[in-house]
């Protein structure tokens, strides 16, 4: 009974050392934070609909591939500014939640240029757009994304996701 208490009380001094990014259930780790403060500025530039701040977080390699088995509706960098351009001006009162799931990276924790990160993400979104009849909706948004970063050497830039 007494190895049992001192295993009990080991595993949850162990558990207990965990240390977390702030507000998450990812790891702590200075790789992780960082990634998470990219997505928290990209978060924050949707609800302000900053089509020129969001531009300067994506690489010039930016893809998106949209989830459909179709490449029709495919796009890249240039493309990425032109669903900005066309789509956030029709939106107002964005609200745009994440809650990081995980981090997934590529350099072990070490930050140096190409390292990659995969952000999984739940998202939980609302907006104001003005339908067909000219009267405002706001629809409710839920969805698991997975977003996806590379470092340049000084900043996470998005490769895709956004």
């Given amino acids: 009974m007494t190895r049992l208490l001192v295993?009990?009380?080991?595993?949850?001094a162990c558990h207990?050392?965990?240390?977390?990014?702030?507000?998450t259930?990812?790891?702590?780790?200075?790789?992780?934070?960082a990634v998470l403060?990219?997505?928290?500025?990209?978060?924050?530039?949707?609800?302000?609909?900053?089509?020129d701040a969001l531009m300067l977080m994506a690489h010039k390699q930016y893809w998106e591939d949209s989830g459909t088995p179709s490449g029709s509706d495919d796009?890249?960098?240039?493309?990425?500014?032109?669903?900005?351009?066309t789509r956030l001006p029709k939106a107002s009162d964005i609200?745009?939640?994440?809650?990081?799931?995980a981090v997934h990276q590529s350099c072990n924790g070490e930050l140096r240029a190409g390292c990659r990160a995969a952000v999984d993400v739940l998202i939980d979104a609302s907006f104001t757009i003005t339908d067909?009849?000219?009267?405002?909706?706001?629809?409710?948004?839920?969805?698991?994304?997975?977003?996806?970063?590379?470092?340049?050497?000084?900043?996470?830039?998005?490769?895709?996701?956004?």
Avoid: I, T
């Avoid at 207990?16 to 507000?23: E, L, N």
């Avoid at 609200?95 to 799931?101: D, E, F, K, Q, T």
């Avoid at 009849?133 to 996470?156: I, M, Y």
């Fill in 37 to 51: 403060k990219a997505c928290e500025d990209y978060r924050l530039a949707v609800e302000r609909a900053d089509v």
């Fill in 132 to 162: 067909a009849l000219g009267k405002p909706k706001r629809p409710d948004k839920r969805d698991q994304n997975e977003l996806v970063l590379e470092w340049d050497g000084h900043r996470w830039l998005f490769l895709s996701g956004m």
């Fill in 7 to 12: 295993l009990l009380v080991a595993l949850a």
């Fill in 25 to 33: 259930r990812v790891p702590y780790s200075d790789a992780n934070d």
């Fill in 16 to 23: 207990a050392q965990v240390k977390y990014v702030a507000g």
């Fill in 95 to 101: 609200r745009y939640s994440m809650r990081y799931v």
């Fill in 75 to 85: 796009y890249g960098y240039d493309g990425l500014r032109n669903v900005l351009l």
